[in-house]
């Protein structure tokens, strides 16, 4: 299992930027998914963005494509969402999440077992 920390969340006017991290202790493996969720108040928790530990690719939700960008740093342990043109839709707690699934089930949120405590954005009319 992997310990999961994100950062970088705050409070922004819309069409401004953040970059969320999550540093990431523990043993990932390649084939662990490393997910971004959110989950805004009285909805449920929803898929922004993924990628794997051991791998090049990147998958987006259809609200983050074009603004939102994924990556990974495996020699400083850490992955990060830079986030553009936000609006104030993008209001919510963002979290970090790792687990060995695959690409049909790394959306559901009930599939992992490791999460971060989560990074509040608030974006501002």
């Known amino acids: 299992q992997v310990h999961l920390v994100e950062s970088g969340g705050g409070l922004v006017q819309a069409g401004g930027s953040l970059r969320l991290s999550c540093a990431v202790s523990g043993r990932p493996v390649s084939s662990h998914a490393m997910t971004w969720f959110r989950q805004a108040p009285g909805k449920e928790r929803e898929f922004v963005a993924s990628?794997?530990?051991?791998?090049?690719?990147?998958f987006y939700a259809d609200s983050s494509k074009g603004r939102f960008t994924m990556s990974r740093d495996n020699a400083k342990n850490m992955v990060s969402l830079q986030m553009n043109n936000l609006n104030p839709e993008d209001t919510a707690r963002y979290y970090c999440?790792?687990?060995?699934?695959?690409?049909?089930?790394?959306?559901?949120?009930?599939?992992?077992?490791?999460w971060g405590q989560g990074t509040q954005v608030t974006v501002s009319a």
């Open positions: 999440a790792a687990g060995a699934l695959t690409r049909a089930t790394m959306k559901d949120p009930s599939r992992y077992d490791s």
């Open positions: 990628l794997y530990w051991g791998g090049t690719s990147t």
